[in-house]
């Protein structure tokens, strides 16, 4: 399922296979949370847009309009319209962001609906039965996502929390495989690493997790508080310990510069809501930095969001343009910021898998690591 094809110091060029593609790897993960990127982006669009994985959200897709009325469509590849690989986060980080509607027992987590406040339970087996029902590619585990500062035993309570329920998870996505009206027989558990920002926690529950052989791992719980240098710093002391033939992933994460520390690290999958957020926003990625469409300069600028880049906008449109649309609060804007970015951070990817193929990543990574975290 997954090759590591050559390396560069920490850094990993690989190749993961599952049964709707092959993904080429270091890869980042657009994000549909409810089966669409925000935005006005089609999933028929996603391929023009560089795009290798498409990532869902299972509490979401739970709530509405139901797990069982997509499988009910033949999955949710076939509802969204979308035959590449798919992965779905268990509904575990919802714990972290719905803190005020759940609440944790050793079973699972009951939360208030944050669409119409009824009851909903979410557990391990829950969780596989839910995205064995979209038939997605990767399923994640349940897992506990600790909000940072967190207190040691309160981080450490978790990570037994979360080891057990992953050891559910396994037993019950492998029933479900074997279902005769299972969406996606070949669908595949990661698990995922936690323990805040305690290294000692981090290692120890790597470890345990490691002794499943699971056809993945993820660093999760991160990117929710802490400072860059503390999740590098994780990253550092998870890597060491995590299976050499099986993906990496890091979840949440995040900037250009982040991505780009994280593959040095030895990452090889990741996902973040930010570069069709931000491209929501008027923010756009540019290989100079970053670019804020409102400021007056782009006014009358006749010339692209970014003269290097190669998406739809970028061929089509100017700043003056664009900026006139975000100003004007037409739709149109938010789609063209979503596409932008997408189209960038896709693009990112493409540019350090071919630096690892070459080579250069170290290079590459001294050129843009700093220099894409600035305003352009």
Same mark, same amino acid.
């Given at each position: 399922?997954f090759?590591?094809l050559k390396?560069e110091?920490g ?8 049964p *709707?593609?092959?993904?080429q790897?270091?890869?980042? /993960?657009?994000?549909?949370t409810a ?6 982006? %089609? ?5 023009e847009?560089g795009?290798?994985?498409e990532l869902?959200?299972?509490? &979401?897709? &739970? ?5 069982e009325?997509?499988?009910r469509?033949g999955?949710?590849h076939?509802?969204m ?7 779905t986060?268990?509904?575990?980080f919802?714990?972290?962001s719905?803190?005020?509607?759940? &609440?944790i027992?050793e079973?699972?987590?009951y ?6 406040g009824?009851?909903i339970?979410?557990?391990p ?13 990767i399923?994640m585990a ?10 040691f035993?309160? $981080?450490?309570d ?6 057990r329920w992953?050891?559910r998870?396994?037993a019950?996505?492998e029933?479900r ?16 690493n936690?323990?805040?920002?305690? %290294?000692?926690?981090?290692?120890? *529950? /790597?470890?345990q997790?490691?002794e499943l052989e699971?056809p993945?791992? $993820?660093?999760g ?6 400072? *860059?240098r503390? /999740?590098?710093?994780i990253?550092?002391a998870?890597e060491e310990h ?9 979840m949440?994460?995040?900037t250009?510069?982040?991505i780009i520390?994280?593959? $040095?690290r030895?990452?090889?999958f ?8 931000n491209?929501r *926003?008027g923010h756009?990625f540019?290989?100079?930095?970053v ?7 782009y ?11 190669g998406?739809?906008?970028c061929?089509s449109?100017s700043? $003056?343009?664009?900026?006139h649309?975000f100003?004007a ?8 910021g979503?596409m &932008? ?10 540019k350090?898998r071919?630096a690892?193929?070459e ?10 690591s ?7």
């Amino acid at each position: 399922m997954f090759t590591v094809l050559k390396t560069e110091k920490g850094a990993r060029r690989g190749q993961f296979s599952c049964p *709707h593609g092959t993904v080429q790897t270091p890869v980042f /993960m657009n994000v549909g949370t409810a089966g669409a990127i925000k935005g006005g982006i %089609a999933a028929t669009e996603l391929s023009e847009l560089g795009c290798q994985i498409e990532l869902s959200n299972t509490y &979401h897709l &739970h709530v509405r309009p139901g797990d069982e009325l997509i499988a009910r469509h033949g999955g949710l590849h076939k509802f969204m319209g979308w035959n590449g690989p798919i992965l779905t986060d268990s509904g575990g980080f919802q714990i972290f962001s719905l803190a005020k509607l759940r &609440h944790i027992k050793e079973e699972g987590v009951y939360f208030n609906s944050h669409v119409d406040g009824r009851r909903i339970f979410l557990g391990p087996e829950e969780s596989m039965r839910i995205q064995s029902n979209l038939g997605s590619d990767i399923a994640m585990a349940f897992d506990e996502c600790v909000k940072i500062p967190a207190e040691f035993s309160y $981080a450490r309570d978790a990570c037994g929390r979360t080891l057990r329920w992953l050891e559910r998870c396994k037993a019950e996505l492998e029933r479900r495989n074997c279902l005769p009206d299972a969406v996606n027989p070949g669908q595949v558990l990661f698990g995922i690493n936690q323990g805040a920002v305690f %290294a000692q926690l981090r290692v120890e *529950h /790597m470890k345990q997790i490691a002794e499943l052989e699971l056809p993945g791992y $993820a660093i999760g719980g991160l990117a929710v508080g802490e400072t *860059h240098r503390e /999740m590098y710093e994780i990253i550092e002391a998870v890597e060491e310990h995590m299976p050499r033939d099986k993906p990496r992933y890091l979840m949440g994460v995040g900037t250009p510069t982040n991505i780009i520390e994280g593959v $040095a690290r030895g990452v090889d999958f990741f996902d973040c809501v930010m570069p069709a957020r931000n491209g929501r *926003h008027g923010h756009f990625f540019t290989w100079d930095g970053v670019l804020n469409i409102f400021n007056k300069r782009y006014e009358e600028d006749d010339s692209p969001i970014d003269e290097r880049c190669g998406c739809p906008v970028c061929r089509s449109f100017s700043r $003056a343009y664009v900026r006139h649309l975000f100003k004007a609060g037409e739709l149109l804007a938010l789609r063209f910021g979503a596409m &932008h970015n997408l189209f960038f951070y896709n693009s990112l990817m493409e540019k350090i898998r071919l630096a690892l193929d070459e080579g250069r990543f170290e290079s590459f990574r001294a050129e843009y690591s700093a220099k894409l975290a600035k305003r352009a």
